[in-house]
């Protein structure tokens, strides 16, 4: 599919509900870069340092009592290595770019870009937990700890940075259950809704 | 004893809320501020007379706060007008020279004296930090210097980050070595009558000593990190000085504003000058020389560091007059008793830690009024106490990312050019050499005035 107009898809989504590999399918499919963790290595090569630096500190909240902020300025690298990636997604949005993003709180951020359209993708505990234990080789109480663990990283993160909650359907232009539906299910929803909103067929 | 728990509980409140950061911190203290008049002083104590000392307007009337003759000391508590008018002054002045590029130029040129070399680079940077951070604010110093070392790091390819380091190190180490270097010591300054002359004299000769042993440290810490790399690029490529300067004319006015400065400040104890009447001039003249620049450099003065100290002193104030900090002060006493040297460890080590964690200029505000009391009670000389605490408050920040702004400034500059520094990486350089250089001068204080 020719995508002549600009499109963004700003993706969030659950952990283990698949989601990110319904937006790395749309990428594919609209043949357009597909931006996830993979961002800091765009911004890694620009820089001309060490991707590994900056990935200890991708999509984790700040912490209050370590870090401080001083006229602007903060030593929290979890804040600097976010704002990092906003400023890169942004100045991409800017340049008229369509592409995928995943999580970064590519909603709120891109909130006032008449190309994005914004998705939060979640699923039922069990589902899920199916998802993780299959992707990470875990038994269920693993999986469901690190679904726990990772849902509450990436909601703090996202509050943090952003006025509306993570999650929370008021935010997005779609939501949606991946439990019944699957990967492709939830990427064909997507597709669906960027076709009427473009009027393609 | 209900005034005594409301102040408290404002003063605890104002310092969670500070460290927390999830409310800008010139909206904490003037908000506490505003609550320990109306709530303690008004509600409470039914007692006009004291808001109006607090917010201290009528000393900016006298005679003594322009001209002071051998300086006197500041006997009112409340809002210290001296140090947010000298701060508001030098904010214009640095502004103006930033804007003229005197502090890239200045680190360009140094860079090429030394041949765009690395090792000579990490020394002669530590230099001018430790220099430029005795008359200007740090923040200013690092933001410059760390901008050109990730600069010339990208180009010679060497790794900002132990520079940056030591930078930051000497630049809370330079602040701590005059009057007008450090926030707290402003404070302590204008509050206790102590002068530019008196804080070099005491301060500033532990401040020196202190950096031929930071740079011998720094030296051997990062030879190796930055040895191999000397020598690379070619010269033809790096950023040339005069690049910085976008206007010659003022270029050179801003150099002759900051010599000005330099001047008032060391005579200040001989002329008569108060930190006032020099931060109210240099600001007139940077703006009259200004031109049309004049309302842009205006707009550009910090003005919520400026209410941040007004609430601030409000705050403390408060404590002052309801009889809290005397407390602080007999509970210290009692545990030192009449052991001076004991005493003075205390409140060394107590304001070093306590900086390490917590903003060092309301704890520095804090703690005037309680070595006043111990003075007073114990008979140990004042000064010694104050230049305790200027150096406990002024190096203690030094140990952890958070301690001081500087810090904080060197650590996000390099953080936006893709050069991380954590707590682990800052702390294992800089904890030994903050508790070398307190060493250092509890020892020197031991034997010079024990």
């Keep these: 599919m020719e995508m002549e107009k600009q499109i963004i898809i700003a993706l969030g989504r659950e952990f283990g509900s698949g989601g990110h590999e319904a937006a790395e399918e749309l990428a594919k499919k609209y043949g357009i870069p597909f931006l996830d963790h993979k961002l800091l290595e765009n911004i890694s090569d620009e820089k001309n340092v060490d991707i590994m630096e900056l990935q200890k500190y991708d999509e984790k909240p700040r912490n209050p009592f370590l870090t401080r902020t001083v006229a602007g300025y903060t030593n929290s690298l979890e804040e600097t290595v976010a704002k990092l990636q906003f400023d890169y997604i942004r100045e991409l949005a800017e340049q008229g770019k369509s592409f995928v993003i995943v999580g970064r709180c590519g909603e709120y951020i891109l909130r006032k870009h008449p190309a994005m359209v914004s998705i939060f993708v979640l699923g039922n505990t069990a589902t899920k937990c199916r998802r993780i234990m299959e992707k990470y080789n875990l038994s269920e109480e693993e999986a469901l700890r690190m679904m726990k663990r990772k849902d509450a990283t990436r909601k703090n993160y996202h509050n943090y940075y952003c006025d509306g909650k993570w999650g929370d359907s008021r935010n997005y232009d779609l939501c949606i259950n991946s439990s019944n539906l699957g990967v492709e299910g939830v990427a064909g929803i997507i597709d669906d809704l960027i076709r009427r909103r473009e009027g393609l067929k | ?450």
């Design chain 2, 1 to 450: 004893m209900m005034p005594q728990i409301l102040a408290v509980s404002i003063f605890v409140v104002m310092f969670i809320l500070i460290v927390t950061d999830k409310i800008e911190r010139h909206l904490v203290s003037m908000g506490c501020g505003i609550l320990m008049l109306i709530v303690v002083f008004g509600i409470c104590l039914h007692s006009g007379s004291t808001i109006w000392e607090i917010i201290n307007l009528k000393e900016i009337a006298t005679s003594a706060f322009w001209y002071a003759k051998g300086e006197g000391e500041s006997a009112s508590a409340g809002i210290n007008w001296a140090t947010i008018i000298f701060i508001a002054g030098m904010m214009v002045m640095v502004e103006g020279m930033g804007r003229a590029g005197f502090f890239r130029w200045l680190c360009l040129q140094i860079a090429k004296t030394v041949k765009y070399r690395a090792i000579p680079i990490l020394i002669s940077f530590m230099v001018i930090s430790f220099v430029l951070s005795m008359f200007i604010d740090s923040i200013t110093v690092i933001l410059f210097l760390a901008a050109v070392t990730v600069e010339l790091g990208e180009l010679l390819k060497f790794s900002p980050v132990p520079v940056i380091l030591a930078e930051v190190f000497c630049a809370n180490l330079g602040g701590s070595a005059t009057m007008c270097g450090d926030p707290p010591n402003i404070i302590i300054g204008t509050s206790l009558g102590y002068s530019f002359a008196d804080f070099v004299a005491n301060t500033g000769v532990i401040a020196f000593i202190s950096f031929f042993v930071t740079l011998f440290y720094f030296y051997m810490c990062f030879r190796k990190q930055l040895k191999q790399k000397e020598g690379d690029g070619n010269e033809k490529n790096y950023p040339k000085p005069a690049s910085a300067i976008q206007s010659k004319k003022d270029f050179t006015v801003s150099c002759v504003i900051f010599a000005l400065a330099v001047v008032l400040l060391v005579t200040h104890a001989m002329t008569g000058l108060t930190v006032a009447t020099i931060g109210t001039s240099i600001a007139i003249i940077t703006l009259l020389t200004a031109g049309k620049e004049a309302g842009v450099l205006l707009k550009k003065v910090d003005y919520k560091t400026l209410l941040f100290f007004t609430g601030l002193f409000m705050v403390v104030g408060g404590l002052e007059k309801t009889g809290i900090l005397e407390l602080i002060a007999s509970a210290i006493e009692g545990i030192a008793g009449n052991d001076a040297k004991l005493m003075i460890a205390i409140i060394l080590w107590i304001s070093a830690i306590a900086s390490a964690f917590v903003d060092n200029i309301p704890f520095a505000a804090t703690m005037i009024p309680v070595i006043r009391s111990l003075a007073a009670a114990s008979g140990i000389d004042l000064r010694v106490l104050a230049w305790t605490l200027a150096l406990g408050t002024d190096i203690g920040g030094s140990a952890t990312p958070i301690g001081a702004s500087a810090n904080v400034v060197g650590i996000a500059i390099a953080a936006q050019n893709g050069h991380m520094i954590g707590w682990g990486k800052y702390c294992k350089y800089l904890v030994a050499i903050t508790i070398v250089v307190l060493l250092i001068g509890m020892g020197v204080i031991y034997v010079r005035y024990m």
